[in-house]
């Protein structure tokens, strides 16, 4: 074989073998489906959400399967939550190699102007000052495994503005600041920061929306492939940003989204 074809012997691949993996929000949705991914493609994963039961489960079909699967339950508003799990990484495995920020609500689907304070409140600290906390509770570890990748999971609507979607589009446009922000500042440190940002899934978050005749009709009529995305559709980009595939990609939002930042 020519020995100038290093590609064609080894092609990218979407491996993380040796890798530790903190992923919020891993309970279930998209979350879970990642855990299952990262676990898969070698990686150790470190879950996070509220629901210690369900998260249980997930590290159990990791371990059964021969992976490695740590859980710390609590809510990623809580600062000491963070806290903690960032030490089980420490203590477990030392190290930390990539953070995907995905937990994330959507509790109130109003008009701007009946929104309540405490639902603004909410939404803008699991979905916006919590990614930015674990980050930073995650960079010591980051440093210690001499740099790595953050991803965050943001949505369509951090560019595509939506009726009585006010606070979650603004939590969501502000985490894609945050992800060009931190890229630049840590870029230095060898870690690169980037977003997905799907469209709507078929998640438990959605379906409200999605069994509602008129509305799931609207943002059907938005949407380019005219269907929803599944959660194993935005796996891929998620992992190729953790991965070393993308050495060379920090500060950028992948849409997964069927076309809708297109039009
Ligand atoms: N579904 C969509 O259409 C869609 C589209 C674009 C972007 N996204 C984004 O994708 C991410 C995952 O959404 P999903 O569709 O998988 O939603 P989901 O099914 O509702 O799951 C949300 C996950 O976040 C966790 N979570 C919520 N609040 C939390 C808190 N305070 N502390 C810790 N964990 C918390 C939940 O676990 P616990 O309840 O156990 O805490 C659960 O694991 C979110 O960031 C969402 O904004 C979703």
């Avoid at 998209?30 to 590290?59: D, I, N, P």
């Avoid at 709507?200 to 492939?225: K, S, V």
Wanted: net charge negative; glycine share 10%.
């Amino acid at each position: 074989m020519n020995d100038d074809s290093p590609l064609l012997r080894k092609p990218p691949d979407l491996r993380l073998d040796g890798k530790v993996a903190w992923i919020t929000g891993a309970s279930r949705g998209l979350g879970r489906e990642l855990a299952f991914a990262f676990a898969g493609a070698g990686a150790a994963v470190l879950l996070s959400a509220r629901s210690a039961a369900r998260l249980e489960q997930v590290a159990s079909a990791i371990r059964e399967y021969g992976g490695e699967a740590e859980v710390v339950a609590g809510s990623v508003a809580d600062p000491a939550v963070l806290d903690a799990t960032a030490k089980v990484a420490c203590e477990r495995w030392g190290r930390l190699d990539v953070l995907v920020n995905n937990a994330g609500v959507s509790p109130a689907f109003v008009r701007s102007e009946r929104l309540a304070d405490a639902d603004w409140q909410e939404v803008l600290d699991v979905n916006l000052t919590a990614p930015l906390r674990c980050c930073r509770a995650a960079l010591p570890l980051l440093e210690a495994a001499g740099g790595g990748s953050i991803v965050n999971v943001s949505s369509v609507h951090g560019a595509r503005a939506h009726e009585r979607l006010i606070a979650y589009a603004a939590s969501k446009g502000g985490l894609e600041m945050v992800t060009r922000t931190l890229a630049v500042e840590w870029v230095e440190r060898g870690i690169r920061v980037n977003a997905v940002a799907p469209g709507y899934l078929e998640t438990e978050m959605t379906a409200g929306l999605r069994d509602h005749e008129r509305w799931a009709a609207a943002l059907l009529g938005q949407i380019p492939m005219r269907r929803f995305g599944q959660s194993a559709e935005v796996v891929p980009a998620v992992l190729f940003l953790a991965a070393e595939t993308s050495s060379y990609i920090t500060g950028t939002t992948l849409f997964i989204d069927g076309g809708w930042t297109a039009t």
